[in-house]
């Protein structure tokens, strides 16, 4: 069991009003979250330490505009903070973070993570249009009753690592019929149980993998077999790479926004990967013809072996790609079988170093010939 | 005779055990097809996976990395993570249906010449019967 703070406000005015507290006592300098910008369901994520302007915060939208992770590298690239900030993120982009931060791209001190048990988001393209906002009474029914909400990112239908690893704060969601009135907040850390010290609200004792969570983890590892036979990843083969990357309009989005895919100095990026005139000429005459610009498929399968095994599955490539390609699919797929060679869940503890970083002396003997 | 397939691998050779066998398998006269193309790299785990995915797609039929034996590695465990990152490009080939018997790691030691020539045999062989590389075929890449 564990200590649960238990606000009688609905589960976003409950959590604001925490954001709140956690400002006006100084206890932590400022908070991360995000923050709409219009009535239409846009919304980014923003730095507060006025608590006034914690109004416009909607820190449980079901939107996610950019891998959090990402962000809280970047404000931690340089220096790690110096003064607390709590950061309202969801699992996967706390996964994210972690991984930047074994990659030495930024330092999780002085952050409070403050996290979910994530419903999933809505693809980017419903922010743009306005969808999102009717969808929302919809969204708040399927997290009551403790299903796969419709209309989600096809990853987040098929995730099951939704209950975050390493937050100090986790607010219950999944399966709570009293979301309306009632926001519990689990302390999983001894500096979580201090920093809410004095707030309004009930401490009682409570447990988070309930039955509810337990069900939608089964539904969704379900979906998740669903998603890969019908995208029929591992019959791709060859031809099925080159169908599917040939609609690539080498925009590399998917890679600007990818939480792992960090390099400043990217291959892809660069000019050695343009091609000479003797190469094009070279490739011509051996096949007769060739796509222009070439190496669509040498650059997805690149990132593929690079970043596989730190995909966290958060489903970004897919929501920027212009030419709809399944790349969060391919990613999670291959991801997962990579991840389950090594035995690894990225993000899950800050402590255990990537696998192609270490190595045993007795190993994978299977590959040696 | 003239038509048969020969198939054209990329061999990325460790300079200091299996670019030396390689050599002492020229100076001990050992005969072995000419079908290996070496590049030598300073260790097996500079290999990038992308090199292999690149010698691939270019149409390369077969892809051999040779290195140190474990143990014996000259910068201490190279070739340890060079087992890693293989075992990982493996796996996303498998993952995604693509052919795994044009992959191959090897380790072959500067004392090693007939192991040399054996392994560029026998590899040779082998994707003989798999036949030439369908990366060939595929005009748009």
Not at chain 1, 121 to 128: A, G, I, K, N, Q
Not at chain 1, 192 to 215: C, H, R, S
Not at chain 1, 248 to 254: E, Q, R, S, T
Not at chain 2, 102 to 130: D, M
């Amino acid at each position: 069991m564990s200590s649960v703070l238990k606000i009688s406000k609905n589960a976003e005015e409950g959590l604001r009003e925490l954001l709140r507290f956690l400002l006006e006592k100084k206890r932590v300098k400022a908070v991360f979250t995000l923050r709409k910008i219009n009535e239409n369901g846009t919304v980014n994520y923003s730095l507060i330490t006025d608590s006034d302007m914690l109004e416009d915060a909607v820190p449980l939208f079901p939107l996610m505009p950019q891998n959090a992770g990402k962000l809280l590298s970047r404000l931690t690239l340089k220096e790690h903070l110096s003064e607390p900030i709590a950061a309202v993120v969801r699992p996967c982009e706390l996964r994210a973070f972690i991984e930047l931060v074994k990659r030495k791209q930024g330092s999780p001190e002085n952050f409070v993570f403050i996290s979910t048990a994530c419903p999933g988001t809505y693809p980017l393209e419903m922010s743009v249009n306005g969808d999102i906002g009717k969808k929302i009474p919809e969204y708040e029914e399927g997290v009551k009753n403790g299903n796969i909400v419709s209309d989600i990112r096809q990853v987040c239908k098929a995730c099951e690592h939704f209950i975050p690893y390493s937050a100090d704060m986790t607010v219950a969601l999944i399966g709570k019929e009293d979301i309306d009135k009632s926001c519990e907040i689990f302390l999983n850390t001894e500096k979580a149980k201090k920093l809410v010290e004095g707030m309004n609200g009930e401490l009682i004792k409570g447990e988070l993998e309930t039955q509810e969570i337990k069900n939608l983890r089964s539904m969704r590892q379900e979906q998740r077999k669903k998603l890969f036979d019908e995208a029929g990843v591992e019959g791709l083969g060859l031809s099925g790479l080159v169908e599917t990357f040939g609609r690539c309009i080498g925009c590399h989005g998917c890679g600007r926004v990818c939480p792992i895919c960090y390099c400043v100095l990217c291959d892809f990026e660069s000019r050695d990967y343009e091609c000479d005139p003797s190469t094009y000429e070279s490739e011509l005459k051996k096949r007769g013809g060739v796509r222009v610009p070439p190496n669509t498929v040498l650059y997805h399968l690149g990132r593929l072996t690079h970043v596989s095994v730190s995909c966290v599955g958060c489903g970004m490539c897919t929501d920027v790609c212009p030419a709809n390609i399944p790349l969060s699919t391919i990613f999670l797929k291959v991801g997962e079988e990579v991840q389950k060679l090594f035995d690894y869940i990225p993000g899950k503890d800050v402590e255990e170093a990537i696998p192609l970083t270490k190595y045993e002396k007795e190993e994978f003997a299977e590959v040696e010939d | 005779m003239k038509d048969e397939f020969e198939p054209r691998i990329i061999g990325f050779l460790c300079n200091w055990c299996s670019y030396a066998g390689a050599d002492l398998a020229g100076t001990s006269r050992l005969q072995y097809p000419p079908s290996l193309l070496p590049i030598r790299v300073m260790c097996s785990s500079r290999v990038d996976p992308l090199f292999v995915i690149s010698a691939f797609l270019r149409g390369a039929d077969a892809v051999l990395i040779a290195g140190c034996h474990p143990g014996d590695c000259h910068y201490q465990e190279g070739n340890y993570y060079a087992r890693r990152r293989f075992a990982c490009v493996r796996k996303v080939f498998e993952t995604l249906g693509m052919e795994l018997g044009r992959l191959r790691l090897s380790w072959i030691s500067a004392s090693e010449g007939p192991r040399f020539a054996n392994v560029v045999t026998e590899y040779t062989e082998k994707i003989k019967k798999l036949g030439p590389n369908p990366a060939k075929k595929k005009v748009f890449l």
